[in-house]
Structure formats: C-alpha cells, structure tokens
C-alpha cells in the first residue's frame, strides 16, 4: 500500500519517506556538476524519447547524484537529477542545494512544482546480494517557467518494498 502511494505521489517524496520512518532524512549529495550542455542531453530524457528544452551549449546544464540518509545512516533513496540549471537564482538554489532535499527545497521556492511521471520500474539495489528489487520512479519536474529537470529516484526496498506480501514490516526506526 505504501509503495503504491509513493508511486502515485505528487509531491515530496522526502516528507511522505519520512512520515514513514518517523524521521527527518538527511541529504548527501554524492556529486554534483554543473558545465555546458553535454552532446549527450540533445533535448530528449535520459533512456527515453520525450523531448524536452533543447539545450544550447552555453547553457549550465546540471548533473547531480544524491542521498537520502535515514535512521543509523541507512540510504533510503538514490537520486538522479540532470538538466538546464534554472535561470532564477532562488530555483538554481534549490536544485544544487546541499542541505535540503530538492523536493522540500523547490516547495518552498515555487508555488507548485509540477511532476510529469515517465516511468515506475524494479532496478536492482546496489550491494545488496543476492540481488534484490528497488523501485525506480521517474519523472519530470518542472519548477516555474524554466525548463523541466529530468528525475530518478531509486528507492531501498526496506523502505519501499517492491514486492506486494500479505503482511510488509515497517522498516527500522
């Protein structure tokens, strides 16, 4: 039931996660760049077909990987976010932020962020062994007027189960 509520969310992922934990998560941003538009962006999503804003090469063009960190500094999610860096100051901010989740950070800089689903998928979950499901969510997000920012979340199946069983655990507090 859970899973099936994140998925269909449209809104912040980090405060529904952590409603669930019963905890604030923290954020740790793996990497982080920002340089002209590579070759590779040419205007469609990332593994897809969608177009979106055609990227010119002088243009900031983001390429950010995070963390949402829980309870004992369990990973909750593994985030992707790439795109045009916004042009306004205040949504640049949000997005290459290193304290607070870009979810919760965007909300509060933009009257309503608009998230456009592409795809709900099981990916593996790195270093678990044997190899066990995640679920993937992606989307886009569009914040104001700028261009939409291209989104993969991944999410640690303690959490998020991606199986359905007839009685899931909540996961450790």
């Known amino acids: 039931m859970f899973t099936r509520r994140l998925l269909r969310l449209d809104g912040s992922t980090t405060e529904l996660l952590e409603e669930r934990l019963g905890r604030r998560l923290r954020l740790f941003v793996t990497a982080q760049s920002t340089a002209a538009a590579p070759p590779s ?42 795109g045009r860096l916004p042009g306004d100051p205040r949504l640049a901010g949000a997005v290459t932020g290193r304290t607070v989740p870009l979810g919760v950070s965007a909300a509060v800089r ?16 790195p270093g678990s062994a044997p190899a ?21 979340e991944r999410f640690n199946p303690a959490v998020v189960p991606s ?7 909540r996961p450790p507090r």
């Open 163 to 169: 199986v359905r069983t007839a009685r899931t655990p």
């Open 110 to 125: 933009c009257a309503a962020p608009r998230r456009v689903p592409l795809e709900i998928a099981l990916c593996p979950w």
């Open 41 to 82: 962006a040419s205007g469609r999503v990332p593994g897809g077909s969608r177009r979106l804003h055609e990227p010119h090469a002088d243009e900031p063009y983001l390429i950010r990987r995070s963390e949402l960190i829980g309870p004992r500094g369990m990973v909750v999610s593994r985030n992707l976010v790439t």
């Open 132 to 152: 066990v499901s995640a679920v993937r969510r992606v989307y886009l997000l569009s914040l104001a007027d700028e261009a939409p920012l291209y989104v993969e």
